[in-house]
């Protein structure tokens, strides 16, 4: 699976290594649904502090549209981590729901 990083700010880019680990961790029985994560870390308020550190995941599937996740905490690690738990959950439904339709219902990838 490849997974691509993206952050703003100094605080946020040191957590790059971790960023990709948990996420590769977290997708490993899944990347053969999603061949290419995106990362994204930022820190919405700056330095005055709260629960302001988002993380947004965006995954996308061949011949479906991406699902994006985002969470919101106060310190990088719980935003992280909440927001893999919620695609990797987000994904399942998702391909659940695609394998219990008639295949007349499923949609054809564009080209």
Not at 36 to 58: S, W
Not at 77 to 103: E, G, I, S, V
Request: overall charge positive; charged content about 30%.
């Amino acid at each position: 699976m490849q997974v691509l990083f993206n952050a703003r700010g100094a605080e946020a880019l040191a957590w790059r290594e971790v960023a990709v680990m948990r996420t590769r961790f977290v997708m490993r029985r899944l990347h053969w649904m999603v061949p290419r994560a995106y990362v994204h870390l930022d820190d919405v308020n700056g330095p005055r502090g709260g629960p302001d550190k988002r993380c947004r995941i965006e995954l996308r599937a061949p011949g479906a549209d991406p699902l994006v996740v985002t969470s919101i905490a106060t310190d990088w690690r719980r935003a992280l981590d909440t927001a893999l738990k919620r695609a990797a959950h987000a994904l399942m439904r998702w391909w659940r729901r695609r394998r219990t339709q008639p295949p007349a219902l499923r949609r054809v990838p564009s080209r």
